[in-house]
Antibody
Framework: QVQLVESGGGVVQPGGSLRLSCAAS????????MHWVRQAPGKGLDWVAF????????YYAVSVKGRFTVSRDDSKNTLDLQMNSLRSEDTAVYYC??????????????WGQGTMVTVSS | QSMLTQPPSASGTPGQRVTISCSGS????????VNWYQELPGTAPKLLIH???QRPLGVPDRFSGSKSGTSASLAISGLQSEDEADYYC???????????FGGGTKLTVL
């Protein structure tokens, strides 16, 4: 079954850390660029981070740079997002998404169901 | 703050044609392809148009995309009630070295 499944969301205090994971199945994960995208309650889509198919480069939104780290383990078909120094404005549903093969990196053809992160004291 | 500008809302009656605009700059739409996503209530976004005007398999040909200079448009013809959703444009921004989304357009089918 071709799918992405996120996990690791929850409630964390401001300043705390959380690690999200995205399990991929049904396609060649090692050939796919991957993104994290978030959506705060009632708000629009907000790009978070991107990692190239071979892990050679990573890119981050200004709002998370220096606090979040995206990584991948092709042996386990997993994508991770380490989130440190969390702020209330990081509260959102976090999605992982796959780059459409042979398209530019802004085209995501597969999304997970999302995992909720709530930053609150 | 979104780097791509979309109207917050749009509306039409069944059977009508509606268009949603997306305005950017030379560093994003002007030099990279545009993609459109449809977000139905309570579901993850879905790729509707990629590479400015290409429809993924399974997307009806009622949906079309175009790009000119630093602007892009999504057109929906033969509007149906199930098209009621939020629509987002997206493009890579070479100056930011990151991806930018539009703020989203809520489409209402009257």
């Amino acid at each position: 079954q071709v799918q992405l499944v996120e996990s690791g969301g929850g409630v964390v205090q401001p300043g705390g850390s959380l690690r999200l994971s995205c399990a991929a199945s049904g396609f060649i994960f090692s050939s796919s660029g991957m993104h994290w995208v978030r959506q705060a309650p009632g708000k629009g889509l907000d790009w978070v981070a991107f990692i190239r198919y071979d892990g050679s480069n990573t890119y981050y939104a200004v709002s998370v740079k220096g606090r979040f780290t995206v990584s991948r383990d092709d042996s386990k078909n997993t994508l991770d997002l380490q989130m440190n120094s969390l702020r209330s404005e990081d509260t959102a549903v976090y999605y992982c998404a796959r780059v459409l093969p042979r398209a530019q990196v802004s085209a995501f053809d597969m999304w997970g169901q999302g995992t909720m992160v709530t930053v609150s004291s | 703050q979104s780097m791509l500008t979309q109207p917050p809302s749009a509306s039409g009656t069944p059977g009508q044609r509606v268009t949603i605009s997306c305005s950017g700059s030379n560093s994003n739409i002007g030099s990279n392809t545009v993609n459109w996503y449809q977000e139905l209530p309570g579901t993850a976004p879905k790729l509707l148009i990629h590479s400015n005007n290409q429809r993924p398999l399974g997307v009806p040909d009622r949906f079309s995309g175009s790009k000119s200079g630093t602007s892009a448009s999504l057109a929906i013809s033969g509007l149906q009630s199930e098209d009621e959703a939020d629509y987002y444009c997206a493009a890579w921004d070479g100056s930011l070295n990151g991806l930018v989304f539009g703020g989203g357009t809520k489409l209402t089918v009257l």
